[in-house]
């Protein structure tokens, strides 16, 4: 079994190491992304609390679905980068091969014991540039305009969001240049981690399934709340103590 497992292994990082590697390389060079790396940790480790349930059970390959999902997907690797020219989904065909490959060598009792494990690795998939900009603008867009509020509290300021800048006039005297609530700023990495780490919690922990899922959706407003938070304190610096420090 661990000669199949390590030929598996070889053959899957020969056919996708070029979109590894190239997701690494963004992991060591976009610390947007730099929690990939923690990623697969997370996953052996999910494999890992649940080893000896996997290895006492008794597995039969999946002909019939997991052999035509194999081929499926191998086969529209090249399609995708070819026809499609959509880069975003070889990395996405990478984990749906690696979870073919699951069910077609251990069949549904396999893949339901380590679905998860598998499904986890989509946190560790950059985004297109394009849609997390996107993304992003929104969340830019309501820290600024909490971050304002807050700041209108403060006796002689005055501030107003314009979009994902914050204009502020203190005691009389407009300060320049505004406050720019940048991408690095908008919480989108604190987003995505709290996520995976919300889901990550949600499966480890042997608790009622509606508890589960309120975990799992209080992430997103927790990292939200954060961010906010952080750009009002920034806005604060920058107004009553110096602009250096809210500032590259």
Known sequence: VWLQIAVLAIL??????????????????????SHGFLIPLFSLYFLHQKKDLILSNTYRPSWKFGLPLLVFCIALYPLN????????????????????????????????LIWLPVAFLFFAIPLPDRLYSQ????????????????????????????????????????LSPGLDVAEACSGMRLLMAFVALGVAMA???????WQRLVLLASTIPI??????????????IYVLWDPKYAQG
């Open 81 to 112: 980068i070819v026809q499609f020219k959509f880069s975003y989904g070889r990395p996405i065909l990478m984990v749906g091969t690696l979870g073919a490959i699951v069910l077609f060598l251990g069949g549904w009792k396999l893949l339901r």
């Open 135 to 174: 993304m992003t603008i929104p969340l830019r867009q309501m820290a600024a305009k909490a971050a304002t509020a807050v700041l209108n509290l403060i006796p002689d300021l005055t501030a107003t969001a314009n979009g994902v800048v914050i204009d502020v006039i203190y005691k009389g005297q407009p």
């Open 223 to 236: 990292a939200i709340l954060c961010n906010v938070v952080r750009v009002t304190i920034t806005g604060l």
């Open 203 to 209: 499966y480890l922990h042997e608790r009622p399934v």
């Open 12 to 33: 899957f990082g020969w056919f996708f190491g070029q979109d590894l590697w190239g997701m690494v390389n963004r992991w060591r060079t976009d610390s947007s992304w």
